[in-house]
């Protein structure tokens, strides 16, 4: 198969940062790189993780009050396990 070379501008540190990371979990950072180019042509599309970080405040803040809520009985329909919500769905006709 034939090669070619993709040149492209990026902050020493990301560069870095990006290399320890594919180091990390064992394979050079050209894999990722050409992982992310397949999935781009196969989806059109670019898609970005939050994994690893911090939920935001105002996701904090809707969570306690979504479980405030809950407590007080102030949702409807309250799920407590995914079953009783397809199952709440199925009766809906969803």
Known sequence: ???T????????QTKK???ETA?????PLSVVIKAFLKQFIRTKSVEFSAR????????I???????????????SP????EREAINWLKQ???
């Open 52 to 59: 690893n970080e911090e939920p935001s405040e105002y996701l």
């Open 1 to 3: 198969m034939n090669y």
């Open 23 to 27: 180091q990390e979990l064992g394979m």
């Open 17 to 19: 940062e990006a290399m």
């Open 78 to 81: 309250v799920f407590n396990t």
């Open 92 to 94: 809906q006709g969803i």
């Open 5 to 12: 070379v993709v040149a492209t501008k990026i902050d020493p």
């Open 61 to 75: 803040r809707t969570i306690k009050q979504a479980l405030k809520d809950k407590k007080e009985g102030k949702a």
